[in-house]
């Protein structure tokens, strides 16, 4: 566990008894993750229709709900922790004052501070996940993908092209910013970049769909959809929530990214489920070793990417596709059939030829084909030749 809690009564108050965080994993934590945030939903919104008409037994049973609600971040952190996942669903300092009645809540630890950029990013998604989530609730995301147009077929793009071209079928991606690069183009036209990467030979588009960090959005997402553009799209988000999956499929993803550095293995089969279930692929991404074996572990995955960006450090080191791909774990990996993407880092033919001779069938670029005029020609540029032939 995280650091020390301290529960100091109130004057004239007597001390609650508090769950410890150090119970077992169970149904409770799950049954809680997934359940109380719609139920949680309903609060708001019927406080804002009828104003003062919430009794204090309801506020009660609200701030009860939130208390619970941090609670269960603190197992899914424990459970993330067992798993060798550094990344902390959510803070550590729990829930505001008063969900906690009359005591005085104080955590002697390092505090609200992130630990990195990962870090940031997944705190941030919590907050504005479950805002999104009150806004519009599972349910009526239901409704709409009952009339959603079908999903295309994002690992079949990635084969046909390698069949065709010889090389590691493309997914060009759609990126403003970044936080280790900053802006990479400013005048950026989301349809127009997806338009020419589709002209320029790519296989299949990533956009990401993070607004604060990389300035995306599921509007980008929904315009290149909308626009025509054939190529199958990734949904680039940091996925903490399986509500997340289902929007993505409404704004027009055909697949997903699932970051193992962030989601417990538990989540990534339930996910991945959800994915097939919603006729969406499932990138699971990995960056060490660890992650990679956690991964292989887990049946259904059809394709891998290995990050050659440590997101925690934003180091990028292309040889981190060939160490992952090397012995006992590449042989799996063809057993299984999986294909593999190399992401980041990628400039040059030469990047490519490295890559796909460790291994991979497929490659991520964004940084070096969006920052070019014409991003069509940066793909003939990174591949060495016209891809598009
Ligand atoms: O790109 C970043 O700075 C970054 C920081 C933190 C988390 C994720 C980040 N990037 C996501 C990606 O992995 C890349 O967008 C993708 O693989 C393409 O990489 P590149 O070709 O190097 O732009």
Redesign the pocket.
Known sequence: MEGLISLKSSPGTSLRSFPSFNQPPNSFARRFSMDLPLRRSSFPAIRAQHPGTISPKEEEEEDALKVKEWEVGMFQNEVAASQGIRIRRRPPTGPPLHYVGPFEFRLQNDGNTPRN??EE?VWHKDTEVSQMKERRPLATLKKFIENAPPTRDFVGALKAAHSRTGLPGLIA?V?KA????GI?REDFDPVEIARAYEKGGAACL?V?TDEK??KGSFENLEAIRNAGVQCPLLC?E?VIDAWQIYYARIKGADAILLIAAVLPDLDIRYMVKICKMLGLAALV?VHDEREMDRVLGIEGIELI?I???N?ET?E?DISNTKKLLEGERGQLICQKDIIVVG????FTPDHVGYVQEAGVKAV???????KQSDPGKGITGLFGRDISL
């Open positions: 950029i990962l990013i991606e990126k970044s936080p280790s690069r990479l990533s990401l960090f990389f680039k940091f991404e990417g990050n050659n960006r997101l934003f990028v992401e980041s880092g990628l991520l670029v964004g940084e070096s084909i969006v």
